[in-house]
């Protein structure tokens, strides 16, 4: 890693901690959610670690703009943007409700329609993952501020996929009939687990898992962090159709399907 690019990561994955940090405050209380329009839970943890995360971006750059699940902005005025934060301020919110362990803070930069950088917290595994392009990506285990991310280390995809076992990791509360349908009709011989959150771009992106199939709606800042871990770690994002997938080009922010995996692009 370039040692320029080092100070904003840092202070990146501090935010991130700070934020995981006010999210364990919640998590060993009682949890109490509301719906939004959506139908979607969202906590107090959600918001305060959304306002903590504002707060701390716009002190790095306020000329950056942010698009936060907890802070949509409109198509008119966003499809101006050609950089900006995108943040899920606690990722698997179900999860944390639930109180499972898998939710993560997720963090990305966008450039020209791209993930930059990426930063994953994941407050009760103690896991920071970080990511920037051409620079690789990276884990480390950290449950305070961070002075320096010396310690980290690099993570890689595993090359050379098992065919008579595929390792298939999924969605721990959103799965369906396309996605079970497909991965029996696709591979004969697999595992199967699930995670929660963006985890299971990091199951991949440290060659933990080979091939996460995603049918159904996800939001851009659901993916944005983990797209760039998992490709700086060796692998690929794409949609069924084998393009790019790329952020902020519509007015909705709902991802087409798609197929992250460990290497190469398996076609739907």
Known sequence: MRSNDKPLLLRLSNIAIKAGIIIMQHYSKEIK????????????????????????????????????????ISWNERKKWKKYWLVDPLDGTKEFI????EFTVNIALIDNNLPLLGIIYAPVKSLLYFAKKNQGSYKLLSTNQLTNLDNATTIKTTKNIEENNIRIIGSKSHSNKLFNFWINKKFSN??????????????????????YPRFGPTSEWDIAAGHIVLEEAGGSIKDVKGNKILYNTKDSLINPDFIASANEFIKY
């Not at 839970?41 to 699940?69: G, H, Y």
């Open 33 to 72: 959610f509301e719906k939004k329009a959506d139908n979607s839970p969202v906590t107090q943890a959600d918001l305060e670690a959304n306002s903590l995360i504002i707060d701390e971006l716009k002190k790095i750059d306020r000329l950056i703009p942010i698009l936060s699940e907890e802070k949509v």
């Open 98 to 101: 639930n109180k499972n362990g």
């Open 190 to 211: 697999h595992t199967l687990s699930t995670k929660g959150s963006s985890l299971k771009f990091c199951e991949i992106a440290e060659g933990k898992a080979d091939i």
